[in-house]
């Protein structure tokens, strides 16, 4: 599989991009083909319009970028998807561990899941699978939770404790080191990026087990071209968050990992686990805006990818100084 440079977007400072620019493209579940804005720091959400104008906003700061504005208190929002009950825009809120649900129409908003009440230590994303249920990861707390569409509490995986199994291992016995990034994937199970274990493991809902896919639970920057199960994730000891950050799957089921300490993006193909890089350059150069007018995707300068995003034959991939890269599958 190849790709190209579609288009780079370097966002400057003054519009608030340069202090951790999370997400720019988050894309809704077709039909809904919604595209979400999420502005972390500045605690609000927005939804595109086709002509890329917002139709509505919500949080606790109004950027004034739409004449509708929902006001409630969104501190880091942290993951956008959607309620597969009843439709509202579901977004998980790690600045007060919480999920919420937004109902844009009635400009109205209610708590879905107070997380934090209920003793998961900090929250990650909120994904709906296909039966319906939400599926929530812990950060530094090292556990998924999996809850019905009315917000029960199904089920805890991980013992909130740092560990690692190379084998299949049951839902009661695994752990897990940091979870930094969770996607449902188009065969129905949960993918989970393992971060601090330098790792990809996927929850198989049918035989209740959690199988290892990429890693081998040590740092380093080797394995293209071989199985995912012998390669290696990038490692900064420096950062409080070490790790790869992001995680996406695409139609067909292949992974797009954020490898972030090692500044590329790697895919995993899902016929043969083999997986490769396809952006990005290993030796970058710090806090450097990316050329825009670049067209190989292996020299862009990716120094923090802080998320990914995949939707219509594209890859969307957050920087966090503030630019938006996004690759074009060439058939």
């Known amino acids: 599989m190849q790709w190209k440079i579609k288009h780079i977007f370097n966002y400057t400072n003054e519009r608030a991009w340069g202090n951790g620019y999370c997400h720019g493209g988050f894309h809704d579940k077709l039909p809904l083909d919604r595209v979400y804005f999420q502005e972390y720091f500045q605690h609000w959400i927005g939804v595109f319009d086709p002509s890329n104008k917002f139709l509505w906003t919500a949080g606790s700061i109004n950027p004034g970028v739409s004449e509708t504005h929902i006001q409630f208190d969104l501190k880091n929002p942290h993951y956008i998807t959607t309620s597969p009950d009843d439709g509202a825009t579901l977004v998980s ?23 934090g009440k209920i003793g998961l230590k900090d929250i990650g994303n ?12 812990e950060v530094t707390g090292c556990r998924v939770w999996q809850f019905d569409s009315k917000g029960n509490k199904i089920q805890v995986l991980g013992q909130a404790v740092p560990g690692f199994q190379t084998k299949p291992t049951t839902f009661d016995s695994v752990r897990f080191n940091w979870i930094y990034d969770l996607r449902l994937g188009p065969d129905g199970n949960i993918y989970v990026l393992d ?5 990809l493991r996927m929850i198989d809902l049918q035989n209740e087990k959690v199988i290892l896919l990429a890693g081998t639970g040590k740092p380093g920057y080797t394995g293209d071209g071989t199985d995912a199960l012998d ?5 900064d000891p420096n950062e409080h968050f070490d790790g790869p950050y992001a995680l996406s799957l695409d139609e067909d089921g292949n992974i797009y990992i954020g490898d972030t300490q090692n500044h590329v993006v790697r895919m995993i193909e899902k016929t043969t686990n083999i997986i490769s890089t396809i952006a990005g350059k290993h ?7 990316t050329d825009p007018h670049e067209t190989n995707p292996l020299q862009l300068n990716i120094p923090k990818i802080c998320s990914l ?15 938006m890269i996004i690759l074009e599958k060439i058939n």
């Open 231 to 235: 390669a290696t994730l990038g490692s």
């Open 93 to 115: 809120c790690a600045g007060t561990n919480k999920i919420f649900k937004i109902f844009p129409e009635k400009k109205a908003v209610k708590l879905f899941i107070d997380t």
């Open 126 to 137: 909120c994904e709906s699978d296909l039966e319906g249920n939400i599926w929530v990861n």
């Open 309 to 323: 995003d995949y939707f219509n034959q594209c890859l969307f991939i957050p920087e966090w100084d503030g630019d």
């Open 283 to 289: 030796m970058i150069e710090p806090h450097l805006r």
């Open 195 to 199: 971060s601090k274990n330098f790792a």
